[in-house]
């Protein structure tokens, strides 16, 4: 998960997870306006940032589909499910705010919506808004950056099917993004192309136990992978370490550390050697068909 941005502005700190029954209202007059902002209030514009946020990423990265592709895959990143999975990622479920809770739900249901699932997704939308809000200057891009970076698991499964096929798929958030935060299910092929030849090896291993997890992924593991190379002068140096729901997944993320994290400049140092004794390989091949022809 990429780091959760700041919500730079005090006042709207609080508000994303507060809603409209934990508000105190002013009785000093007739009014029955809150004096408070709620998330009901941010989320309406807090929606229309994630749908332009997720529109711009679309139309940039898959804008070989027809409309209603992208407007499929647009609706695949914003949907209840996909907001209310990341607010419990970040723990927003342990922070709303509310008078009635029972009230809130029952809400929520009357209006066709899927419960505490609803809640949450409003909630992720408004604390889209008080980010935006917060910062004036940057807090869009400060946005769009964690929406892409937090999105780029889902779209490079969605780019993997025929539906919206893009073997080209890049996510890099701006030239600034911290490609560590962006998971690339490619990263181990990546890596094995760029340094692994015939006297190099890189070797996937477990470095403590998978960890059983709780609440609502309850039945699910986490993985842990170090990511070893022998060759170039090296025995077994630690590239780096991965995190995730499988082998796979959490080598994938050990990979994409070695090759953006602290080993980057010995990883490009090591594909620098490979180049060149691949150009000597050439070079004596050619070498020898040619005085063969002689």
Not at 128 to 154: R, Y
């Amino acid at each position: 998960m990429p780091p959760l941005p700041e919500v730079k502005d005090g006042t709207l700190s609080i508000a994303p997870f507060r809603h409209k029954s934990a508000v105190a209202y002013n009785r000093s007059t007739s009014s029955t306006k809150p004096t408070e902002v709620t998330y009901e209030k941010l989320e309406f514009l807090g929606d229309a940032q994630l749908e332009l946020i997720a529109s711009r990423l679309i139309y940039q990265r898959f804008s070989h589909l027809l409309a209603g592709q992208q407007s499929q895959l647009r609706e695949l990143l914003v949907k209840n499910e996909t907001l209310s999975e990341y607010a419990r990622a970040y723990g927003f479920d342990k922070r709303v705010q509310v008078g009635d809770f029972d009230r809130m739900l029952q809400d929520s249901k009357d209006r066709g919506n899927k419960g505490f699932n609803k809640v949450l997704g409003d909630v992720f939308e408004a604390y889209i808004a008080a980010v935006v809000l917060s910062d004036l200057e940057s807090g869009f891009a400060v946005a769009e950056k964690w929406m892409t970076a937090l999105w780029a698991p889902k779209l490079y499964e969605a780019a993997q099917n025929d539906r919206f096929y893009n073997k080209d798929l890049s996510l890099h958030a701006g030239g600034d993004a911290d490609l560590r935060n962006v998971y690339n299910p490619a990263a181990k092929a990546e890596l094995q192309k760029r340094i692994a030849g015939r006297d190099v090896k890189l070797e996937y291993e477990a470095y403590r136990d998978p960890v059983e997890l709780k609440g609502d992924q309850l039945g699910q593991n986490k993985h842990f992978i170090a990511l070893y190379l022998t060759g170039f002068g090296y025995e077994r140096k630690l590239l780096g370490k991965g995190e995730g729901k499988n082998k796979v997944e959490a080598g994938n993320v050990a990979a994409t550390e070695a090759m953006h994290g602290d080993c980057k400049l010995m990883v490009e140092e090591c594909e620098k050697q490979l180049d060149k004794i691949k150009a000597k390989k050439k070079a004596e091949r050619e070498a020898r068909e040619a005085a063969g022809k002689e």
